[in-house]
């Protein structure tokens, strides 16, 4: 019999959650450092947090109560999935102390021959944990309900081959998304206060803000650029 996990999703309901990530070469990518804007983004009201790296989520862990929704980004050569691709990626993820299990749910190919039914039934019987299925199509959406995915993000919306022309957030992808009767929250391309509000006007279950309320790299890139021109 599938595992209720609603307990653990309903606190996320109508909610902001944000991703507290930064790039790689970034002097923001120190664990105590993601740790604490973790800190202060559930201490400024958010429900939950999105941390990348099993060291960050476990840093994370140590400081906060809010759900984890965990993953781990891997390039992978020849593959173009890279959000936790491979089962041993979410066990790390899920050990470290990630509360939700997200992954990259497009129906392209991965490595060893794992599927994502094979995935997902792995995290639900060994690890426990619910998943957060980063799609890109309202296809890709229905694939991951149908390998028993628990929540559906528009993560990926602009950011595979069959989306590219397309600009985050997907909002006419949530649109859809909400009509399947699962938790369907908006991630990617939320820059303002009122883009997140009329994400949960379309019905999403919560909406993740990244790198316009963390994204310090970016932003200043951003407007460093746009004084420069």
Known sequence: MPVDFTKLIEPMRHGLIVSCQAPANSPLSEPSIIAAIATASIN????????DTPAHIQAVKQRCNAPIIGLWKQIISGYDVYITPQFHHAEAVSQAGADIIAIDATTRE???GETITSLISAIHKEL????MADVDTIENAKSAINAGADIIGTTLYGYTSQTMSL???????????????????????????????????????????????TGIDLQVKAYRNAIAS
Do not use: D, H, W
């Open 128 to 131: 426990g944990k619910p998943v």
């Open 44 to 51: 400024q009201g958010a429900v939950a947090i999105r941390i």
């Open 110 to 112: 991965r490595p060893q």
């Open 167 to 213: 600009t985050p957030p997907g909002f006419e992808l949530l649109s859809q998304i909400v009509k399947l009767n699962i938790p369907a929250i908006c991630e990617g391309g939320v820059s303002s206060p009122q883009m997140a509000r009329q994400a949960l006007e379309l019905g999403a279950y919560a909406v993740v803000v990244g790198t316009a309320i």
